[in-house]
């Protein structure tokens, strides 16, 4: 037997480690290498025709674009009109993906569409399958917050390496415009509202570009960061009577504003992303002097200078671009990807820019799951 088939399967003896359990490195060592590998061969990204800079929201907020440019690094965000959705968003977006790809839609194999904001509380996927004309696709939703996207990325290279699929479209768009209160200046000033879309393609294992990752979540951080049904609606009797006792409608379904307790988020955010981050880069058994550039989900300005700084990465090698789209949840991450990679189009597809970038977008993206 081979030294390279050794690495793919467990021997007797690791089997038998544990009373028959095999060892989490034997277990981490099937995770990664049984089955295809993915590779990225499409990008795309769509955001609003409306475009609010700091100096609108002073008009009707206490605040100034001096104040939030230096606690945030944000100057401009995108909000959704009255003709645009997070569906219309999804499909400019995912068409602009299978363009770079040259990929038909019907070959699409499944289609995940990663938002917190949905059209449909149902699902949106769907519609966005039917517009696209994916019709061989399964589509479905998948919701993490800010960590969504990079959960759904994870989730495609899962399908495809033990799924047998081919193409997988993954989708990153939110409207959070639609639950923050435009009168708190705690929260207006950060939130934007964007698509974007990735499509990742069957490969080989000798070409696979996910070289590691590293997920976790930690509910215990929900009173910091959430968006809850709001309670105050009173139920209402209808008048009949269910074993005995009067029927109560409950009241009609909606959500409280967006609540944010920004300090706790950033002091978790710069304690949590450097150690997931190490993780991932351990598995792919490489360090922060083997990164060329540093993605992370742009949130605030400051959380991505702390961050580079703990992991000891230049700033040089920091993307940012929020000053002009804010915090658009996971949808920055595929903005990002596409901006870079048509500044480096010499790379793609090439691996090592994308080994990176999902390194470093799957170990910072899951830090906000466990908020």
């Known amino acids: ?24 490195h034997v ?14 061969v499409g990008s795309g990204s769509a955001v609003p025709k409306h475009l609010i800079t700091n100096e609108d929201l002073s008009k009707f907020v206490d605040t100034s674009d001096e104040w939030i440019s230096v606690r945030t690094g944000i100057r401009n ?15 400019e977006a995912s068409r602009k993906a299978l363009e770079m790809a040259n990929v038909k839609p019907e070959d699409v194999d499944l289609l995940l569409l990663c938002t917190s904001t949905p059209d449909d509380l149902f699902g949106s996927a769907p519609q966005v399958q039917k517009l696209l004309g994916c019709h061989n696709a399964l589509a479905f939703d998948l919701t993490a917050a800010c960590s969504g996207f990079v959960l759904g990325l994870v989730t495609a290279t899962r399908f495809i390496r033990g799924g047998g699929y081919e193409n997988v479209l993954v989708v990153g768009s939110d409207a959070l ?29 000798d070409q696979d570009s996910l070289l590691g990752f590293d997920l976790r979540s930690d509910g215990n951080g ?34 409280e ?15 949590a992303v450097p150690q997931v981050v190490e993780g991932a880069l351990q598995e792919a058994g490489i360090t922060g002097n ?9 949130a605030n300005q400051r959380i991505l200078d702390s961050v580079s700084d703990r992991l000891h990465i230049p700033s040089e090698k920091v993307i940012s671009n929020l000053a002009n789209y804010g915090l658009a949840a996971r949808t920055r991450l595929q903005l990002d990807t596409r901006t870079w990679l048509n500044r480096d189009k010499q790379e793609f597809p090439g691996l090592k820019l994308w080994h990176q970038k999902t390194i470093k977008d799957g170990t910072f993206q899951l830090r906000t799951a466990s908020v």
């Open 177 to 205: 415009s639609r639950y923050v209160d435009w009168t708190d200046r705690g929260t207006c000033i950060l939130f934007g509202d964007a698509s974007g879309a990735l499509l990742l393609q069957a490969a080989t294992d």
């Open 257 to 271: 504003c967006l609540q944010m307790n920004g300090k706790e988020v950033f002091k978790f955010a710069v304690r």
């Open 1 to 24: 037997m081979s030294a390279e088939n050794r690495d793919v399967s467990p021997t007797s003896s690791e089997l038998k480690q544990n009373e028959g359990e095999p060892s989490s």
């Open 290 to 298: 083997d990164v060329d550039w540093l993605l992370l989900h742009q």
């Open 27 to 40: 277990l981490a060592e099937q995770r990664r290498r049984v089955g295809r590998g993915s590779r990225l």
């Open 222 to 255: 929900h009173k910091h960061l959430h968006v809850t049904v709001d309670s105050v609606a009173e139920s209402s009797s209808s008048g009949a009577e269910t074993n005995g006792a009067a029927f109560l409608q409950p009241g009609k379904a909606s959500y």
């Open 77 to 91: 965000r995108r909000v959704l009109g009255e003709e645009e959705s997070v569906t219309s968003l999804s499909v």
